[in-house]
Each structure stands twice: as C-alpha cells, then as structure tokens.
C-alpha cells in the first residue's frame, strides 16, 4: 500500500471575519457545536490521479513551477503540498543583504504591519500571509505590493443574540470599522511608525473591551514574547478558489482570493493553549477544513462543524504540546496527524498515537517518520485494516525517541535547547533529512532495521549563529524547516542564513547565504528589547525562479536580476 503526502503544517493562524470586502460587509458566525450535512466523498489527494499534459496556470504542472495552480484536487498550505518538495522551481543559490541595506539578487522586500511564524502562500499572482495579532494579508507576488489587509479579533464571532443582550460590546462595533480604515492605510502608504502605533493601541482596546464584556473571548496569554508562536503562526491553505485560515485566537475562515469573507468561526483555545502556544496549520482535504486549533473538521463551503474532538487539559488522547499536523492519504483513505494522533478526515476516528514531536511527520510508501523533540527517529509502518482503518507500527526502536540521534553536548552550546528538534523532517530518495534548533543535521537512511544502521550523516551546519541571545533563544533556535527545490537542500537559520546543499549521504555545501537586517531596540511595541538581527522563523516558499521568506518584519522576494 503506498501512502500519498498532502498538506502539511506546524505552525498557528488566525481567520474568521471582520470586512468582507471594501464594500464592508460582515459574514455569519457559524455557532461552536452546529453539525452540517455529511459531506460528499473525499476527492483523491494530490498525486493519486493520472498525470496528464501540464498547462500554465492549472495542477498538472509540478509544484514549485510557476505555472503551478492549486485545486480542490490538489491544494497547498504549509510547505507546499506538506512534503516540503517543490521539484518545479528553479530558484537562485546565491543572494545576500547586508545591514546597509545594499544588495544582490533581491528583487524586492516589503515592511509588513508586525511579526508572524505564518509561510508565505502564492496562489497565482498573489501572495498571502499572516501577521499578529489576527491579521490577513494579500500581497502582489510580482512587487510586493500589499492588495488588501483582513483583522480577526474574538470580537468577530460574538453573535446578534449577544450583543443585544450585552451592550457593553456596543463600545467595540465602531472600533472594528475603524481597524479597517487602518487596515486600509497600510495598503495605501505601506509601513509608517505613526500607523503602526495607531493600529497596536487599537488592536489592544478592542481586545480589552471585547474580554471585559464577556472573558470567554479574551485572548489567550501572549506567546510571542514569553514563548513561540504568537498568534499567527499558522499558514493559510487553498484550494485555488479561496484562503482558508485558523488562527491562535480561536477564530477560523474562508476568504475568496479578492478578500471577500465567505463565512467565519470561533472556538475558545483558551482550555487547550499550551506552554508554547499554538503552532499548527490548517489543512484542506477534499470537502473538509481540518482545524487544529480546537480539532474540528469543518464543511470549507460554509465552515459548519463536522466533527470535534477534546483537547483540553482533562483529555487523555491528546497532547497540546504536540504541535505538528500532517495530512497523507493511505490505501484510497485520507488521514491526518494532529495532536500526535493519526485521525481519519471523514469522522476523526483515531488509530494508533505517535510519540511526543513538535514538528510535523513526514510519509513515504507504507511509513511514516517523525522526529522527537528530544533527538531521534520513529520509523511507523502503516498496515491497512478493514473499513479504511489502519495500524501503525513503530518498526526501528533503540531504548528511547525511537532510534536515537547522536547529540552534542549542550554545555558546549551553553543552551539547554542544544538538543532540541522542532524542524520539520524532509523526505527525499530514499532519505529523511532532520535539523535541530541548533543546526545539527541527520541524515537517516529508510532501509535502516536497526537504531545503528539510521543515520548516515552526521553534520553540524555552519550557520553563524548571529542572534545567540536574542529573546527566543532558550526555548526556539532554529524553526524554519528544510526544503527541496529543484535540485538543491536550502536550510535557513533564526537570523537570515540560508545554506545551499546538496542532497545525499554525503555533506556538500553549494552556497552560504546571508539576510543582514538589524532590528533597533523597541521598534515593536513589547516585542523587541534590544538590537539584534531580523529572527527568520518562517519555512521559504519557491515559486519558479523565486523565493519567498518571510522575516520577523519583512517579506522578502529573492530572484536573479
């Protein structure tokens, strides 16, 4: 039985309405708990049709190409299709900018409104990305210009019936149409310091006054700072049609691709909001919306609840430090890992749970890998049951994690993260490819039957490490994750390095690549606490000839000119 990867993620959004458009209409909120119609069967994930002639702009042509067009056949999200593969692109192997701004083979960059983990989405010629607290943003892919800006605070979801029976969220109403107009401003003139302070002070009365009307809709503790994720860490999908997105403040929806709100939800994280926040991404598998913040599966026409599982502190199935979320179709069946389970997408039934990861898994054939937070690989052989069900089986077991990593010493690194593997594994030839947040990276072989036979290279980076103490470092590193494209690794550190490898067993440096952008003390409002390089957290997207990272401030193009 061959399993077919989809989409994939780690890491947290945002979603749900606040304008539908410039014509400022607003969409329903679907109430938490309403059951919709039993959806239609699955659509084939993307790699089980029969490959037919490419054209521009449709989903026969490879991923990564710029004639590359998504479909509800064939959808993307974080990393692409979830393999982190992109065999179409052809990008650069050498850019660089320095801290005085001069550059090479940077087509354009772009200040945005604030900071976000989220990947950048492209969808034709447009790009898409997040940025905290709740914001969605459309981009020109071409110039970098911003289209459109979208806010999801929790005020979005209060109903009618609330709001009548409560008039003390009469005090917001206004506000949110205010935080359009910025929104708007932004759009028209870009970055200013003056918006920026006016959007944050806004953003946190409505937050304030939303909370003290009725606490259920506060946001949960702020993550960014103390933490992780933030509240947007999570990037969009799409299935060519439209943006769906979830968010860390417990809001989810659908925009159509000219920021027309289709429909918004809400789900309370506030009982599940872990020590780290909330890092997942959202997925699309044929009909269905899968929503890791809350586990639900929602209709993605109309964002009605399918099916919800618990996963609160009092649950026993469900890990909320378990962040990575992975879709991948096995013997006709979709399936998801969420919250270290593997969940069926047509009801959410549970088959078998993987060992504690924050990083997503990555599948092959018949198995399934995933790398533990601590260091180490788990081999999982899927074997099909009757009824579209299935076993997992963890098959290369040494006494811990699976088959252990060699590790480095932390007192070496004087971090106590040194041994830490939040990245995302990479499948490729017969290879998985696993880097932890200090930039060691394993190469694991899929033939191995034994924890000794497992990795076959073993290879501290040469990153250099610029931001050694910045407000992150004890509990992050490195969270970008490794990708293919073309015929090249690429693996970005936190502070704007990105290497250019070559796969295979043996370790062969193409090119070193630096993003030199210095972040003056408090240019954020509570963010930032002193100097330090622009933190690059997000995984690179490659779309043809180009690149796409999104910086802790800055969306950057890399292209040759």
């Known amino acids: 039985m061959k399993i077919t990867a989809c989409v994939l993620l780690a890491t947290a959004a945002t979603t749900a309405a606040v304008m539908n458009s410039s014509n400022g209409r607003t969409a329903e909120t679907v109430k938490p708990g309403e059951t919709a119609k039993p959806a239609p069967k699955l659509e084939k994930p993307a790699g089980e049709e029969k490959t037919a002639a490419a054209k ?124 359009q107009k910025l929104n708007d401003g932004f759009v028209a003139a870009g970055w200013t310091q003056e918006l920026y302070d006016k959007k944050y002070k806004l953003q946190k009365q409505i937050n304030d006054l939303t909370a003290k009307a009725d606490k259920k809709y506060a946001l949960p503790p702020d993550r960014w700072v103390e933490s992780w994720t933030g509240y947007t860490a999570s990037t969009p999908c799409s299935d060519g049609k439209c943006i769906y997105f979830s968010s860390g403040d417990g809001v989810a929806g659908c925009y159509d691709l000219d920021g027309n709100l289709k429909w918004s939800q809400y789900a309370s994280l506030a009982a599940g909001w872990g020590e780290h926040g909330d890092g997942d991404s959202p997925t699309l598998a044929g009909d269905k919306f899968i929503v890791p913040q809350g586990i639900h599966a929602l209709d993605k026409t109309n964002g009605k609840v399918l099916w919800t599982m618990d996963y609160s502190p009092k649950s026993t199935e469900f890990d909320r430090e378990q962040l990575g979320l992975y879709r991948f179709a096995f013997n006709g069946t979709d399936f998801v890992v969420m919250r270290g389970n ?207 990272l999104r910086g802790e401030q800055n969306m950057y193009c890399i292209a040759e000119k």
């Not at 692409?80 to 090479?104: I, L, M, Q």
């Not at 409104?113 to 990947?119: A, D, E, G, R």
């Not at 290497?499 to 003056?520: C, Q, S, T």
């Open 56 to 179: 521009k702009g449709d989903d026969k042509a490879p991923l990564g190409s710029s004639d590359f067009y998504p479909s509800p056949a064939h959808p993307i999200g974080w990393r692409g299709d979830g393999t982190g593969c992109y065999p179409g692109a052809t990008p650069p192997t050498t850019w660089s900018r320095n801290d005085k701004g001069e550059k090479k083979n940077i087509l354009w960059e772009v200040k945005l409104p604030c900071h976000s983990w989220s990947t950048p989405l492209i969808v034709g010629e447009k790009l898409f990305v997040r940025s905290d607290p709740y914001d969605l943003l459309c981009m020109d892919k071409n110039t970098g210009k911003l289209l459109w800006i979208r806010s999801h605070p929790p005020f979005v979801a209060v109903t009618e019936e609330e709001k009548k029976a409560n008039p003390a969220f009469k005090e917001v109403e206004p506000l949110i149409a205010e935080l």
């Open 342 to 548: 593997i969940l069926r997408v047509s009801d959410g039934k549970a088959f078998g749970k993987l060992s504690w990861i924050f990083s997503s898994p990555v599948a092959h054939e018949n198995m399934l890998y995933n790398v533990h937070q601590g260091g180490g690989i788990y081999y999982n052989k899927l074997e099909p049951l009757p009824n579209g069900e299935l076993k997992a089986t963890s098959v290369v077991n040494g006494e811990y994690h699976g088959a252990p990593f060699p590790l480095d010493d932390p007192k070496k690194k004087d971090d106590a993260m040194a041994n830490f593997w939040v990245p995302s594994p990479l499948y490729h030839d017969g290879l998985i490819y696993c880097l932890s947040n200090w930039g060691k990276l394993i190469v694991a072989t899929e033939k191995a039957t034994k924890p000794d036979e497992v990795v076959v290279l073993n290879k501290n980076l040469p990153f250099d490490f610029k931001n050694p103490k910045h407000r992150k470092t004890w509990g992050c590193g490195i969270g970008a994750s490794p990708v293919l494209a073309g015929k090249y690794l690429y693996v970005t550190d936190n502070a704007g390095c990105t290497l250019v490898l070559e796969p295979g067993r043996e370790y062969k440096l193409v090119a070193k690549n630096n993003i030199d952008h210095l972040m003056v003390k408090g240019c954020e409002q509570g963010h930032w606490n002193d100097n330090y390089h622009e933190v690059t957290l997000s995984t690179p997207v490659f779309d043809g000839n180009r690149i796409y």
